[in-house]
C-alpha cells in the first residue's frame, strides 16, 4: 500500500476525484431532498423514487471509479484517494446500500415513520462512503463519528421496543468511547508526522521504525474498531 502512493501516483485527476467523491455526494444530497420532502405532506413514494435513484447512482459511481483504477488511474486529491482497495470498498459499500434501499422500501411500507427511516438511511450511508473516500484523518474520523451518530437514529427507529432502544443506548455508549479512541489516534499521528493526509504518513513510515507515540495511535485505532 505504501508503494502505491508514490510521488508519481500523487495529483489525482478532478475528473477521478469526482467520481471518488460522487456517491457521498449523491447519498448526501438524497438525504437532504427526503429531509425536505418530510417537511410537506408529499407521500413517502417520492422519498424512496429519490432513494433508489441516489443509490443508483452511487453504485454507477462507484463501479466507474473501480475501472478507473483498475485501467491504471489513481492516486490522490482534492482530498480524495483512489487505489484498488478503496476503489473495492467503495463498491461494495454502495452495492449493499443500494440492496437495503430496496428492500427497505417494501419492508416498511405503511410504517407510521418510513420518512424518517429513508433520510437516516441515506445520511448513514452518505457518512460510510465519506470514510472510504477520504484522505485526510480528521475527515475520517469526523464522519466516523457522523457514522455512528446517523446510525442511531435507525437502531431506535422503533422507539415504542424497549429493547431495540436498550441495545441502542448500549451502542451509542460505547461509540463514544470509540470515537475517543480515534480522535486521540488522529492528534497523536498529525503530531507525529506532521500532517492530516494518509497517503503522506504512509509514505512516511515505509521502511521506518515507528515511533511510540504512533504505536499508541494504532493500539486506539484498533480500540475504535473493536
Do not use: N
Not at 456517491?23 to 448526501?28: I, N, Q
Not at 470509540?178 to 509514505?203: E, R
Not at 485505532?221 to 473493536?226: E, G, N
Amino acid at each position: 500500500m505504501t508503494g502505491y502512493f508514490s510521488e508519481g501516483s500523487v495529483g489525482l485527476p478532478l475528473w477521478h476525484a469526482a467520481l471518488v467523491w460522487a456517491p457521498a455526494l449523491w447519498a448526501g444530497l438524497a438525504a437532504a431532498l427526503v429531509a425536505g420532502v418530510a417537511r410537506t405532506d408529499a407521500s413517502p413514494v417520492v422519498a424512496w423514487r429519490i432513494a433508489r435513484a441516489a443509490s443508483l447512482a452511487a453504485l454507477v459511481a462507484a463501479a466507474a471509479g473501480l475501472m478507473a483504477v483498475a485501467l491504471g488511474a489513481g492516486g490522490v486529491g482534492y482530498g480524495a484517494r483512489a487505489d484498488v482497495v478503496g476503489a473495492l470498498v467503495m463498491l461494495l459499500v454502495a452495492f449493499v446500500g443500494w440492496v437495503i434501499v430496496r428492500y427497505s422500501q417494501t419492508y416498511l411500507q405503511g410504517e407510521r415513520r418510513e420518512l424518517h427511516y429513508v433520510r437516516w438511511l441515506l445520511a448513514t450511508l452518505a457518512t460510510v462512503l465519506v470514510v472510504v473516500a477520504t484522505d485526510h484523518l480528521l475527515v475520517l474520523a469526523l464522519a466516523w463519528t457522523a457514522t455512528s451518530l446517523t446510525l442511531h437514529h435507525l437502531l431506535t427507529f422503533f422507539g415504542d421496543r424497549p429493547a431495540a432502544v436498550v441495545a441502542a443506548h448500549k451502542k451509542f455508549i460505547v461509540a463514544r468511547l470509540a470515537d475517543v479512541c480515534m480522535l486521540g489516534a488522529t492528534a497523536l499521528l498529525w503530531v507525529a508526522y506532521g500532517t492530516p493526509h494518509i497517503h503522506a504518513m504512509l509514505a512516511q513510515a515505509a521502511g521506518a521504525p515507528l515511533p511510540g507515540s504512533v504505536q499508541l495511535a494504532v493500539v486506539l485505532l484498533a480500540c475504535t474498531a473493536v
